[in-house]
Every structure is written in structure tokens, then in C-alpha cells.
């Protein structure tokens, strides 16, 4: 069986998106459990995520990254700066989020609500963020300039 290692990723990085964004519609509603059960699949679904990708990256790949020249050696430098550009914001702050994403939770669930709030209006956009530019980078990578 052939895994598309990079689609999954880029699924699960969308469906902790959506976690994400459904746990927040859920605490304007004041829907505390759904809240919760939302923000803590999103934060299961980003470690299935990180554990596919280090396997990917490590076992499949041998530690060696793809690069978009050589996926897309015909695309303009523009292009090829602009998926630079946020792949390295993606990186840097995914690497943030992770450690604040766990934390915040961990404050949340020792009813610790007013840090929990506190943090959690920092973690929320930069998770989301790194959700979202997890699938453009995958889009930019592998699908931008497939023909058709």
C-alpha cells in the first residue's frame, strides 16, 4: 500500500483547522464541553499530524527535504520566494504553537480559566494560522502547477 504522506498531512492539518474554528464558535455559544471536546481533537489530530510527518520526513524520505525548484523548476522566482516565505513563517510558528497549544489546554482543564482565556487569544490565531499555511504549503509543493 502507497500512503500519499504529504495529502494526509495536508488533511490533517485542514481538519485541525476546522476543529479549531469549531471550538471557538463554541465558547461564543458558551458550549463549554463542545469547546472542549473540539479544541482537544484539534490538538490529537495536530499530533497524528506531527508523528506523520516525522515519519515521512525521517523514514520515508530519509531526511531529505523536497525542495520546490525541484518539484517546480519552471516557476517564477516570485512564486518560489513567496512559498519560502511561508513556509518559514508556517515553520517557525508551528514550532511555537505546539508547547503553547498544550499548555493552554492544560490550563483549561485545571480550571485555571482566566490564564486559560489569557493565552488561548495568543495560541488560537497562530494555531490557526499554522493549520491553514500547512495546506497552502502542501497546495504550493505539490498541486499548484499540476496541469489540467
Known amino acids: 500500500m502507497n500512503i500519499?504522506?504529504?495529502a494526509v498531512n495536508?488533511?490533517?492539518?485542514?481538519?485541525a483547522g476546522v476543529l479549531i474554528v469549531a471550538g471557538y464558535?463554541?465558547?461564543r455559544r458558551r458550549l463549554i464541553r463542545a469547546h472542549q471536546a473540539c479544541m482537544?481533537?484539534?490538538?490529537?489530530?495536530?499530533?497524528i499530524f506531527l508523528g506523520s510527518y516525522l515519519y515521512y520526513h525521517l523514514v520515508v524520505k530519509h531526511g531529505v527535504a523536497t525542495s520546490f525548484?525541484?518539484?517546480w523548476p519552471d516557476a517564477p522566482d516570485g512564486v518560489r520566494y513567496l512559498y519560502y516565505a511561508i513556509l518559514l513563517s508556517h515553520t517557525l510558528l508551528a514550532v511555537a504553537v505546539a508547547p503553547l497549544a498544550i499548555f493552554t489546554a492544560w490550563q483549561g482543564l485545571r480550571g485555571r480559566f482566566a490564564r486559560h482565556v489569557?493565552?488561548?487569544?495568543?495560541t488560537l490565531p497562530l494555531w490557526l494560522y499554522v493549520?491553514?499555511?500547512g495546506v497552502v504549503v502542501y497546495w504550493m509543493l505539490y498541486r499548484m502547477y499540476l496541469p489540467g
Open 4 to 6: 500519499d504522506f504529504p
Open 10 to 15: 495536508a488533511c490533517l492539518n485542514a481538519l
Open 25 to 27: 464558535a463554541c465558547i
Open 40 to 47: 482537544l481533537s484539534a490538538l490529537v489530530v495536530s499530533a
Open 69 to 71: 525548484h525541484s518539484q
Open 118 to 122: 489569557r493565552v488561548a487569544r495568543l
Open 131 to 133: 493549520s491553514i499555511t
